[in-house]
T-cell receptor, first 118, second 113 residues
Framework: GAVVSQHPSWVICKSGTSVKIECRSL??????MFWYRQFPKQSLMLMAT?????????EQGVEKDKFLINHASLTLSTLTVTSAHPEDSSFYIC??????????????FGSGTRLTVV | QQQVKQSPQSLIVQKGGISIINCAYE??????FPWYQQFPGKGPALLIA?????SEKKEGRFTISFNKSAKQFSLHIMDSQPGVSATYFC????????????FGEGTQLTVNP
């Protein structure tokens, strides 16, 4: 089945520094990837849609300059949290869609990245 | 229009019992309805999914029931075991290649031994 690898699983960084999270589709090509943020005991909140070779589409209220998304290839999207602050601490999850999986609508999620800003 | 409402927020069942989680949607353009299981510290994993041309789908102990006219769908977990204690999310999307998933609020299921 389709596999999405997300790295790192957890990261601790100092306030004011930047952190990059990688999301890779291992056995399929993903023209579209999605980045979510999840707070404890809450649902997944879509941050942005990452499109290969073009600019990401951000959801309302998500700061484009803080959460930089790059989707340079069909198998890799990255999320960079710039000038991180404690309020950016959260669980970040990526998802990619394999167009040939199952009914053709299969979404596979990465294992998530726990970001803690101290 | 884009919301998916999920209930209950939390559910406690005894081992061997049936767990039922319900979701309702408004957007009639939705044509893909998956359920995801999430364990603490992990990403969601697809459990089972259904399209609106089918009223029921079963995979192992998991069954989706779909009521198109009521715009509702539900997840039934038969013979619930402690190992299925997790958070469950329903979701919906429109079946275009770049379409996003709209998630329900989640249900934290606890199966007591």
């Amino acid at each position: 089945g389709a596999v999405v690898s997300q790295h790192p699983s957890w990261v601790i960084c100092k306030s004011g520094t930047s952190v990059k999270i990688e999301c890779r589709s291992l056995d399929f090509q993903a023209t579209t990837m999605f980045w979510y943020r999840q707070f404890p005991k809450q649902s997944l909140m879509l941050m942005a849609t990452s499109n290969e070779g073009s600019k990401a589409t951000y959801e309302q209220g998500v700061e484009k300059d803080k959460f930089l998304i790059n989707h340079a290839s069909l198998t890799l999207s990255t999320l960079t949290v710039t000038s991180a602050h404690p309020e950016d601490s959260s669980f970040y999850i990526c998802s990619a869609r394999d167009p040939v999986q199952g009914m053709g609508y299969g979404y596979t999620f990465g294992s998530g990245t726990r970001l803690t800003v101290v | 229009q884009q919301q998916v409402k999920q209930s209950p927020q939390s559910l406690i069942v005894q081992k061997g019992g049936i767990s039922i989680i319900n979701c309702a949607y408004e957007n009639t353009a939705f044509d893909y309805f998956p359920w995801y299981q999430q364990f603490p510290g992990k990403g969601p994993a697809l459990l089972i999914a259904i399209r609106p041309d089918v009223s029921e789908k079963k995979e192992g102990r998991f069954t989706i029931s779909f009521n198109k006219s009521a715009k509702q769908f539900s997840l039934h977990i038969m013979d619930s075991q402690p190992g299925v204690s997790a958070t469950y999310f329903c979701a919906a999307s429109i079946g275009t290649s770049g379409s996003r998933l709209t998630f329900g609020e989640g249900t934290q299921l606890t199966v007591n031994p």
